[in-house]
């Protein structure tokens, strides 16, 4: 949107006035597809990959996840997309309806919301908490640039049932 002699080669190619605006990929595909028709046309990535909105199983047969606060402690040692996938199997299996993420100066706090009620905040190291927000973020097909508003979801399968998961965020006083 910044990108000011791009638009005006839009606005000279086309003869219209542009109004650019942020968008996530997510609100995009599903505008797209409102307006123009079939889904699956546009849900693949463009290289005949998976599709944003359909995935495997993330969950993997007899696991035992660690509750989210080991999970967190665990973060630095696992490599970030593992983390992600043990994050959301987590939510799932354990019910939890949001994840709440508030980036501080030196940390990270989490706080799982199960019935209506946060229970408990962790606090987690920044690195490498911010790695696996941005690989839902990109999972989501929220592509933001660092304190910006966003949205995004994606669906996934976990224990054999489906589920969407939906990511937002806004900047706040502090961060």
Not at 17 to 27: G, M
Not at 98 to 126: C, M, Q, W
Not at 129 to 151: D, M, Q, T
Request: glycine residues 10%.
């Amino acid at each position: 949107p910044k990108n000011f002699k791009i638009i005006d080669e839009l606005r000279f190619m086309t003869g219209r006035r542009i109004s650019p605006v942020v968008a996530s990929i997510y609100n995009l595909r599903e505008a797209i597809s409102r307006y123009f028709g079939d889904k699956d046309e546009i849900d693949q990535d463009g290289e005949g990959g998976e599709s944003l909105f359909e995935t495997g199983d993330l969950s993997l047969e007899g696991e035992q996840l660690p509750r989210m606060e080991e999970l967190l402690h665990q973060a630095s040692s696992v490599p970030n997309s593992e983390t992600a996938r043990r994050i959301l199997v987590g939510m799932a299996l354990e019910k939890v309806s949001h994840l709440h993420f508030l980036k501080r100066p030196n940390r990270i706090d989490v706080s799982p919301r199960v019935g209506g009620f946060i229970e408990k905040t962790y606090r987690a190291t920044r690195h490498p908490l911010s790695n696996i927000i941005s690989i839902l973020k990109i999972r989501a097909g929220v592509y933001s640039v660092e304190g910006a508003p966003f949205e995004g979801a994606f669906n996934a399968k976990v224990a054999g049932s489906q589920y969407r998961f939906s990511i937002t965020g806004m900047p706040t006083h502090e961060g």
